[in-house]
Structure formats: C-alpha cells, structure tokens
T-cell receptor
Framework: DVKVTQSSRYLVKRTGEKVFLECVQD?????MFWYRQDPGLGLRLIYFSYDVKMKEKGDIPEGYSVSREKKERFSLILESASTNQTSMYLC???????????FGPGTRLTVL | AQSVTQLGSHVSVSEGALVLLRCNYS??????LFWYVQYPNQGLQLLLKYTSAATLVKGINGFEAEFKKSETSFHLTKPSAHMRDAAEYFC??????????WGAGTKLIIKP
C-alpha cells in the first residue's frame, strides 16, 4: 500500500518559533508538494519539488521555506511562526507523468 | 489559465437521496480532471479521475462523474447517499505543468 506520512497530526507552537513539518513518501516519486488548506479557500500550493535539492515557489511561499535532501523526504520550514500560519498543512507526491497526487494525513498547526 | 469552480460550499441531502456536486473548469489544454474526498481530520483520497478515455467515470464508494466538454463540467453524482458520505469533496484540474488547480471544496451534509 502506497504511503505518504507526515511527522505530526497536531502541532501547537508559539509565535516566533521555528517550525519543521516533515513528509516522507515510499513510492519513489520525483515530485513532492506542500499545500495549506483553509476553510473556503481550497488547497493553496506553498512549494513543490521536482527533484532532490530542487524547489519551486507555489502560490503562497511567503513566510515558508523547504528542503529536499533525499528523494523520499520533503520538509516545510516556518522560520518564524506567526498566528496567520495557523492552518492544515498537506503534503502530496506524484510521478511526473502521473497527474494524480497522493496525500499524507495532514498536520493541523496552531500558532499561539 | 486553468481554474475550477465548485458551486455551493455546502450541500445538504437526505440519506438515500441523490447526491450531485457541481464542478466547472476552464482549461486551455485537454483537461485531466479529478475528484478527491476528505473525511474529517484526514488527508485527501482520490475518488475518481478523467484522463480523456470514457466520459463517464466510475469511482470508489458508488460515485461517478461525467465529463461534458460542451458545458466544461465534471459533476459528481451518487444515486443514494449514505451517512458515511459526509465529507468535503474537492474538484481539481491538471494544468499544462502537470500541477493540480483546486476548487474551493464542497461540504456534503447527510440528513438522517
């Protein structure tokens, strides 16, 4: 069974803290994605990566950075968390020729 | 540019009634279209996808969708709603860069 896993289901952090969200996939996919999901806004792409050490900004990259040192792992970093980054964060992956994306269970982040 | 519109942020139906969730898209290339479902506090799971084969696509859990090019629509239906269908449903179109453009989502409420 194919899997995308995320390091935490729920996370509570304080304003100004550095936050790491990790995502691991076991499908040998080249592409990996980070989205945030807010009510009424659907999924908004933060960053994606199409290869190790490669990254591209999505629609809302401000306040975020990413790291992809290994093919199976894609990390989202909030350098200095703010309350407006309270959200559900979803990681996904796919093969470049397969447009279907496979999702992890999500991390619900609360910044106080 | 591609876009997706889901009509109705909330749809309420009685158990046993027909489910109809609407999705309209715009695309400058032949579209690949997807419906995903998200149960509470979970990630997204693929329901079905259209990839330019048959226009009527059958998915999991008794759902199906029909691609209508003339109407630029890909509405999701199920003949008889079950309580377990209560979830949020997202329509997405694949753009020319193989990324997914998402609708805002529709919450399906099932009345007993």
């Amino acid at each position: 069974d194919v899997k995308v896993t995320q390091s935490s289901r729920y996370l509570v952090k304080r304003t100004g803290e550095k936050v790491f969200l990790e995502c691991v996939q076991d499908m040998d996919h080249e592409n990996m994605f980070w989205y945030r999901q807010d009510p009424g806004l659907g999924l908004r792409l933060i960053y994606f990566s199409y290869d190790v050490k490669m990254k591209e900004k999505g629609d809302i990259p401000e306040g975020y950075s990413v790291s992809r040192e290994k093919k199976e792992r894609f990390s989202l970093i909030l350098e200095s968390a703010s309350t407006n980054q309270t959200s559900m964060y979803l990681c996904a992956s796919n093969h470049p020729r397969d447009r279907q994306q496979f999702f992890g269970p999500g991390t619900r982040l609360t910044v106080l | 540019a591609q876009s997706v519109t889901q009509l109705g942020s909330h749809v309420s139906v009685s158990e046993g009634a027909l489910v109809l969730l609407r999705c309209n898209y715009s695309s400058s290339v032949p579209p690949y279209l997807f419906w995903y479902v998200q149960y509470p506090n979970q990630g997204l799971q693929l329901l079905l996808k259209y990839t330019s084969a048959a226009t009527l696509v059958k998915g999991i859990n008794g759902f199906e969708a029909e691609f209508k090019k003339s109407e630029t629509s890909f509405h999701l239906t199920k003949p008889s709603a079950h309580m377990r269908d209560a979830a949020e449903y997202f329509c997405a179109v694949s753009d020319s860069n193989y990324q997914l453009i998402w609708g805002a989502g529709t919450k399906l409420i099932i009345k007993p």
